[in-house]
């Protein structure tokens, strides 16, 4: 770090001329990557989605039931299947769709008890992005072919249901509208950090990131698919990840100009020292987001190359381009010093040593609340949101209410299309469906383009999350083996592929990023305890903050209140996995950052006491504004459209509060205190084959007396211990 640091300085003109270009080319990317991102969410390899693009290439429709009208007669007679069957005729001149009825079919399945009511299953084509250009269609030809039969019909099915809660989404800010909020918000906490016009400099470095990280995913996108969310990811993860690492940077700067440094002398020590733990804090979330990149799922591997960027390009940013500013401009722009970095935090120190003193309590406490909101967790539903969370009331909640009280399931929601070869009998294959506890009907539609015959398999209760696509798994199970079988589709399969191809060794994988975490921390802390109870607290953490969210959006208790969006029954199969990695990552900074500066301390002075009070009174506020820099962030994030958006959203910014305040301000200190000497000891065996120097198990020594709460690093005793840090020696 101090090579990088006098190199930076040596060539600073020629380091700003290089992000200045990238800063053009970059705004020139992001006018272009938008149109370049995908909407993807297929899975190659995996039965659903194969299936589902030989139904498209077959048919030319979706896997997905796009609509399902509701066809009743006056009360008294039976609906007439000749007029069902002029009704659905009508909808086949709508150009793209495709219609199976009780009329063309004469299955009784579709009609509801007493024959008074019957729907139909009309599929549209696969759409070329989130909106429907075919609904407003269907809904007017549909009722008026009713109205001169003598029928009367509504049209419900999951996207229509789903429009309620969705509701509210339509209108969203654009990227750069959210960025421009969370930046306000951000500006706001550095003015109070820094008291002077110093605070723009972390959001120049922020925006140099952004747009750098732009031109980067651009470049990826020749390459591989990127996935739509990763533009909301950049713009915002981007802004409140480059702030937090120049933040420290500067904080530590400044700190050493108070302390009597000369500028580039400041520049070069808060590079070595708050500069190791930006690098580090970089890598581990880099390395955090290698669990997406492993996933064989195009959709989740292209958020975890995007995601990866952003850490790597911030980092490279906040080491090379903030120590250039710094030297150059950095003592120009710090006015008004209104704020002096000279002393800790009285505050924060007041703080630690009432944990310190309290530690067992303080321990407990926080154990407590976080258990508390683990809790919820145990009843986490993976897959869709099922039908009574889409909608509480309107034209398509009241028609599916029709259905159910005739008798049929809301399993009419998600139809299972299955596909059979030329030449084989699809009327074996349905009857084997048929059989298959749990499945209401199944019917054999016109053979397609290439002869592909489907066979619409209905479940009784529909097939949207973990608790209820078994009987997917059962009808497949059923006909597998049968001749001409090619495979099942629709939501349920596509829950089921997810399932297998995310979750099953995601656990390995995630094995795999904690030792790889452990071994940096380990070089970092040049500690065994440090880095295992990090990774452990952080898991503790994760799994708190998905405790929250099943809390306040699987089970509503909140959302609706905050967002206007009912509880939605279970997260979607690709948001557990990216909230996880990107937690893990950012969580894990606040960690680094603390505990490196514990570390520093407990060197030059071998006391773990002082080391925690000190450590976190220099730290504390900034973790904290660090944190609310990210929260404001992922409030900006939490107005994009789209429920999922937000659930990422607020998943992230409540992790990162939760971990800021419960975690690191309160659980840590307490730990580190409990444990003592244990805290700082790294085997000579170990520290070799690491190359770092070793920490032998020694006494805590108590603070000699007369030692100021924080000496100048040229005049401060040692207590017979040698300084570790090159900075800090006399």
């Given at each position: 770090?101090?090579?990088?640091?006098?190199?930076?300085?040596?060539?600073?003109?020629?380091?700003?001329?290089?992000?200045?270009?990238?800063?053009?080319?970059?705004?020139?990317?992001?006018?272009?990557?938008?149109?370049?991102?995908?909407?993807?969410?297929?899975?190659?390899?995996?039965?659903?989605?194969?299936?589902?693009?030989?139904?498209?290439?077959?048919?030319?429709?979706?896997?997905?039931?796009?609509?399902?009208?509701?066809?009743?007669?006056?009360?008294?007679?039976?609906?007439?299947?000749?007029?069902?069957?002029?009704?659905?005729?009508?909808?086949?001149?709508?150009?793209?769709?495709?219609?199976?009825?009780?009329?063309?079919?004469?299955?009784?399945?579709?009609?509801?008890?007493?024959?008074?009511?019957?729907?139909?299953?009309?599929?549209?084509?696969?759409?070329?992005?989130?909106?429907?250009?075919?609904?407003?269609?269907?809904?007017?030809?549909?009722?008026?072919?009713?109205?001169?039969?003598?029928?009367?019909?509504?049209?419900?099915?999951?996207?229509?249901?789903?429009?309620?809660?969705?509701?509210?989404?339509?209108?969203?800010?654009?990227?750069?509208?959210?960025?421009?909020?969370?930046?306000?918000?951000?500006?706001?906490?550095?003015?109070?950090?820094?008291?002077?016009?110093?605070?723009?400099?972390?959001?120049?470095?922020?925006?140099?990131s952004i747009l750098a990280t732009f031109l980067v995913v651009l470049g990826l996108t020749t390459f591989t698919d990127v996935s739509f969310v990763v533009q909301f990811l950049i713009a915002l993860v981007g802004l409140g990840v480059a702030i937090d690492y120049s933040l420290l940077v500067v904080s530590r700067w400044r700190e050493e100009r108070a302390r009597g440094r000369s500028n580039d002398e400041a520049v070069i020590t808060a590079v070595t020292t708050a500069g190791h733990a930006v690098l580090a804090s970089g890598i581990t979330v880099a390395?955090?987001?290698?669990?997406?990149?492993?996933?064989?799922?195009?959709?989740?591997?292209?958020?975890?190359?995007?995601?990866?960027?952003?850490?790597?390009?911030?980092?490279?940013?906040?080491?090379?381009?903030?120590?250039?500013?710094?030297?150059?401009?950095?003592?120009?722009?710090?006015?008004?010093?209104?704020?002096?970095?000279?002393?800790?935090?009285?505050?924060?120190?007041?703080?630690?040593?009432?944990?310190?003193?309290?530690?067992?309590?303080?321990?407990?406490?926080?154990?407590?609340?976080?258990?508390?909101?683990?809790?919820?967790?145990?009843?986490?539903?993976?897959?869709?949101?099922?039908?009574?969370?889409?909608?509480?009331?309107?034209?398509?909640?009241?028609?599916?209410?029709?259905?159910?009280?005739?008798?049929?399931?809301?399993?009419?929601?998600?139809?299972?299309?299955?596909?059979?070869?030329?030449?084989?009998?699809?009327?074996?294959?349905?009857?084997?469906?048929?059989?298959?506890?749990?499945?209401?009907?199944?019917?054999?539609?016109?053979?397609?383009?290439?002869?592909?015959?489907?066979?619409?398999?209905?479940?009784?209760?529909?097939?949207?999350?973990?608790?209820?696509?078994?009987?997917?798994?059962?009808?497949?199970?059923?006909?597998?083996?049968?001749?001409?079988?090619?495979?099942?589709?629709?939501?349920?399969?596509?829950?089921?592929?997810?399932?297998?191809?995310?979750?099953?060794?995601?656990?390995?994988?995630?094995?795999?990023?904690?030792?790889?975490?452990?071994?940096?921390?380990?070089?970092?802390?040049?500690?065994?305890?440090?880095?295992?109870?990090?990774?452990?607290?952080?898991?503790?953490?994760?799994?708190?903050?998905?405790?929250?969210?099943?809390?306040?959006?699987?089970?509503?208790?909140?959302?609706?209140?905050?967002?206007?969006?009912?509880?939605?029954?279970?997260?979607?199969?690709?948001?557990?996995?990216?909230?996880?990695?990107?937690?893990?990552?950012?969580?894990?900074?606040?960690?680094?950052?603390?505990?490196?500066?514990?570390?520093?301390?407990?060197?030059?002075?071998?006391?773990?006491?002082?080391?925690?009070?000190?450590?976190?009174?220099?730290?504390?506020?900034?973790?904290?504004?660090?944190?609310?820099?990210?929260?404001?962030?992922?409030?900006?994030?939490?107005?994009?459209?789209?429920?999922?958006?937000?659930?990422?959203?607020?998943?992230?910014?409540?992790?990162?509060?939760?971990?800021?305040?419960?975690?690191?301000?309160?659980?840590?200190?307490?730990?580190?205190?409990?444990?003592?000497?244990?805290?700082?000891?790294?085997?000579?065996?170990?520290?070799?084959?690491?190359?770092?120097?070793?920490?032998?198990?020694?006494?805590?020594?108590?603070?000699?007396?007369?030692?100021?709460?924080?000496?100048?690093?040229?005049?401060?005793?040692?207590?017979?211990?040698?300084?570790?840090?090159?900075?800090?020696?006399?």
């Amino acid at each position: 770090m101090s090579t990088c640091a006098h190199f930076v300085l040596r060539h600073r003109w020629w380091v700003i001329a290089f992000w200045l270009v990238v800063l053009l080319a970059g705004g020139t990317a992001a006018g272009h990557l938008q149109s370049r991102l995908s909407s993807d969410f297929s899975l190659p390899g995996q039965e659903g989605s194969e299936t589902q693009a030989r139904l498209a290439r077959s048919y030319g429709v979706s896997a997905d039931l796009g609509y399902l009208p509701v066809l009743t007669a006056h009360t008294g007679r039976p609906i007439d299947r000749a007029d069902v069957t002029t009704v659905a005729n009508r909808l086949r001149t709508i150009p793209g769709v495709r219609v199976l009825d009780y009329g063309t079919t004469g299955d009784p399945g579709f009609l509801t008890q007493g024959g008074h009511s019957t729907f139909l299953l009309v599929y549209g084509p696969q759409p070329a992005g989130f909106a429907d250009p075919l609904a407003p269609t269907v809904d007017r030809t549909v009722k008026a072919a009713a109205r001169q039969q003598g029928l009367t019909a509504e049209v419900t099915g999951y996207n229509q249901l789903s429009a309620g809660n969705d509701a509210g989404d339509r209108g969203g800010l654009s990227v750069l509208g959210e960025t421009l909020i969370g930046a306000l918000g951000a500006l706001l906490v550095l003015a109070f950090v820094f008291a002077s016009f110093l605070a723009l400099m972390p959001l120049l470095v922020a925006g140099v990131s952004i747009l750098a990280t732009f031109l980067v995913v651009l470049g990826l996108t020749t390459f591989t698919d990127v996935s739509f969310v990763v533009q909301f990811l950049i713009a915002l993860v981007g802004l409140g990840v480059a702030i937090d690492y120049s933040l420290l940077v500067v904080s530590r700067w400044r700190e050493e100009r108070a302390r009597g440094r000369s500028n580039d002398e400041a520049v070069i020590t808060a590079v070595t020292t708050a500069g190791h733990a930006v690098l580090a804090s970089g890598i581990t979330v880099a390395i955090s987001l290698v669990a997406l990149v492993v996933v064989d799922v195009p959709l989740i591997r292209s958020m975890g190359f995007g995601g990866m960027v952003i850490p790597v390009i911030s980092t490279l940013v906040v080491l090379t381009l903030l120590p250039a500013l710094l030297s150059l401009v950095g003592p120009r722009v710090d006015r008004p010093r209104i704020r002096k970095e000279a002393h800790v935090s009285r505050a924060w120190s007041a703080w630690a040593r009432g944990v310190v003193r309290h530690r067992w309590a303080a321990a407990a406490a926080a154990t407590a609340g976080l258990a508390l909101a683990v809790v919820p967790v145990f009843g986490l539903q993976i897959g869709q949101a099922g039908s009574d969370s889409l909608a509480r009331g309107g034209v398509a909640h009241d028609t599916l209410a029709t259905l159910g009280a005739g008798g049929v399931g809301s399993g009419v929601l998600t139809p299972m299309p299955l596909l059979v070869r030329p030449g084989a009998d699809a009327s074996t294959v349905a009857a084997a469906a048929r059989r298959v506890p749990g499945i209401r009907m199944a019917v054999v539609a016109p053979p397609g383009r290439d002869g592909v015959t489907e066979v619409v398999v209905v479940p009784t209760r529909e097939t949207v999350d973990n608790t209820s696509v078994a009987v997917v798994s059962s009808v497949r199970n059923a006909t597998k083996d049968l001749p001409g079988y090619v495979g099942v589709t629709g939501r349920g399969a596509i829950v089921l592929d997810y399932q297998r191809a995310v979750f099953d060794d995601f656990p390995y994988v995630l094995g795999l990023i904690a030792l790889v975490t452990f071994v940096l921390l380990v070089r970092t802390f040049r500690s065994l305890l440090l880095p295992l109870k990090a990774v452990l607290l952080n898991l503790v953490s994760v799994a708190a903050v998905f405790g929250m969210i099943t809390w306040f959006w699987q089970d509503g208790h909140g959302s609706n209140a905050v967002f206007g969006i009912a509880a939605t029954g279970a997260l979607t199969f690709w948001l557990p996995v990216l909230i996880f990695a990107f937690l893990f990552g950012l969580s894990m900074d606040y960690e680094v950052f603390i505990l490196a500066r514990m570390r520093e301390e407990y060197d030059r002075t071998g006391c773990t006491a002082y080391a925690v009070e000190h450590g976190l009174g220099r730290t504390g506020r900034l973790v904290t504004s660090a944190a609310l820099i990210l929260f404001f962030a992922f409030a900006a994030l939490a107005s994009a459209p789209g429920t999922d958006i937000k659930v990422l959203a607020t998943a992230l910014g409540a992790g990162i509060l939760l971990d800021a305040t419960v975690v690191r301000a309160l659980l840590v200190p307490a730990m580190v205190s409990l444990f003592g000497k244990y805290n700082w000891w790294l085997p000579a065996g170990i520290a070799r084959l690491l190359r770092v120097e070793p920490s032998p198990l020694v006494p805590d020594s108590a603070l000699p007396a007369g030692y100021e709460a924080d000496p100048h690093p040229a005049t401060r005793p040692t207590a017979n211990r040698e300084p570790l840090l090159p900075e800090a020696r006399p």
